[in-house]
């Protein structure tokens, strides 16, 4: 009897075992076409243990890509929200910035009733579960921010990754219209080692949700203002130039403009006040000694306030900023004026040092530049200064009885031909005529002393000219500068 129940016994074994072997056959051949099918785990009871010890197994596969079929690419849905602007570093071109990073894609390895495992949710470690290589290209820096060390588990296979990055990124950084400059820096997500036929990364929400969100919770911004926030995918074939397997990417450019208050008042408008000074220093009288010590004084200080403002302008060896360029061309000027009053004041004082003015300075200077500045050349014509002692003593008479004795006329007045009061009065005529002359001669002033002093004054005003050209210049394009960055 025992024996007949032994070989019973064995016969169902073998019945059970061979119907288990053509049941999972046929399980992998229904579920063959079905390259996307999930693990659906049961829970004994509705409770947290129950369904952790549903999922043990599960996550001991966190090593492999968590899909069914390892020619299925992996979905990385990820966004992000720019939470604090720490700062920028135009020497070393680095964006150094905060932002809240999302993660999620769908691990085909688990499932769950919600209602027979008693919660539809559930946060694990993140070291228990699979998680994708994600970097950014532009990362030049460690991570510097709190380690979350969960992940969240939803009861469809979805596991959610959100952690904060603290980014400091390589940025391309365009100083050139500093401080009003814009700078556009770039994010671009991708899979270190993975190609594109193992992940492929999408955006997880709109651009626009994403810059409202990160504005309405942007905390530290500094000197920047977040502008805008765009995103761009590349098409594979874009990859598939000499690479067999290329790798997806997903970017963001960051809009970022620059806060120009501090930089006005504290760079522009206190440049702009020293400069208007030297430009109303050309009122002073040029032969005045006072105006080039002036001039100097203004110099020192311009210099002194360059060295204190050094620190506030930026430092790059890619391109120069505009307003570098600024103050470099107003301390030229302020040196120009310097030595322009140098030159004038010593055509003023001593003219008479000098040749006569060459002709291509006639030319140039005092018909051509005279006439620019509304300086035109004076007259050559030689005035005559009527001697007021001749008038007084009637020389006109003497003469006229000096030319009478010399030409010998008979019966005129010869008693007074030997008179010495006449010869006395002819002598003192001879001295007034020479000092009339000398008089002339010094009242009208040499005619190369006029020259030279003619081209001081019109260097003088085409120097005054330049100056107002170049501060209503320097006004328009920092106005057009400002208003241009404030219109992007």
């Known amino acids: 009897m025992a024996a007949k129940d032994f070989s019973k016994m064995e016969s169902q074994r073998w019945w059970v075992s061979s119907h288990q072997v053509l049941f999972i056959i046929c399980c992998i051949m229904v579920q063959a076409p079905c390259l996307r099918c999930k693990i659906v785990v049961n829970c004994t009871n509705p409770n947290t243990i129950s ?37 920028v570093e135009e020497k070393a071109q680095l964006l ?24 539809a949710n559930i946060s694990l470690p993140r070291e228990r579960f699979w ?23 939803k009861h469809t296979g979805i596991v959610r990754d959100a952690n904060p990055v603290r980014v400091v990124s390589s940025c391309n950084l365009e100083i050139y219209t500093f401080p009003f400059d814009v700078q556009n820096c770039t994010f671009t997500f991708r899979s270190y080692i993975h190609h594109v036929s193992d992940i492929r990364i999408i955006l997880g929400k709109k651009v626009e949700d994403i810059l409202k969100r990160s504005i309405s919770v942007l905390s530290t911004e500094g000197e920047w203002e977040l502008m805008d926030i765009k995103s761009s995918k590349f098409k594979l074939s874009t990859f598939n130039q000499g690479e067999s397997n290329p790798y997806d990417e997903l970017c963001f450019y960051i809009v970022l403009r620059r806060r120009a208050t501090l930089y006005v008042v504290n760079l522009l408008i206190p440049s702009c006040f020293l ?35 050094n620190d506030l302008l930026p430092v790059t060896g890619s391109t120069i900023p ?84 010399q030409t010998g006329e008979p019966g005129k007045m010869w008693a007074e031909a030997d ?41 003088d005003r085409l120097l005054f000219g330049v100056y107002c050209i170049f501060i209503t210049f320097s006004f328009i394009v920092i106005l057009g500068i400002w208003s241009n960055s404030y219109n992007q």
């Open 51 to 87: 369904l952790l010890a549903a999922l043990e197994n599960v996550m001991k596969l966190y090593s492999i890509r968590p899909v069914m079929n390892l020619s299925t690419p992996t979905n990385i849905s990820m966004y992000f929200t720019l939470y604090g602007i720490l700062g």
């Open 96 to 119: 150094n910035t905060y932002i809240w990073l999302v993660k999620e894609w769908e691990n085909e390895f688990f499932s769950w009733d919600p209602v027979q495992c008693g919660s």
């Open 131 to 153: 998680s994708p290589d994600v970097v950014i290209n532009e990362f030049m820096d460690e991570n510097r921010a709190p380690i979350v060390p969960y992940v969240y588990i």
């Open 275 to 309: 400069i208007t000074v030297d430009l109303f220093s050309f009122l002073l009288p040029p032969q005045n000694v006072d105006r080039s010590s002036f001039k100097m004084t203004l110099i020192l200080g311009y210099s002194v306030f360059l060295l204190i403002v």
């Open 322 to 405: 505009l307003i570098n360029v600024f103050f470099a061309i107003c301390l030229a000027l302020m040196v120009a004026s310097l030595l322009e009053t140098i030159l004038i004041t010593n055509l003023l004082v001593a003219p008479c040092n000098f040749r006569p003015v060459p002709g291509w300075v006639r030319v140039l200077v005092l018909r051509f530049m005279g006439t620019l500045v509304w300086l035109p050349q004076k007259s050559r014509e030689d005035k005559i200064i009527l001697n007021p002692v001749a008038r007084d003593v009637k020389v006109c008479p003497l003469v006229t009885v000096e030319r009478q004795v």
């Open 419 to 459: 008179d010495p009061a006449l010869a006395e009065l002819r002598n003192l005529g001879n001295e007034l005529q020479s000092i009339r002359l000398h008089v002339a001669q010094h009242v009208n002033g040499n005619q190369i002393s006029q020259d030279w002093m003619q081209v001081g004054y019109i260097i």
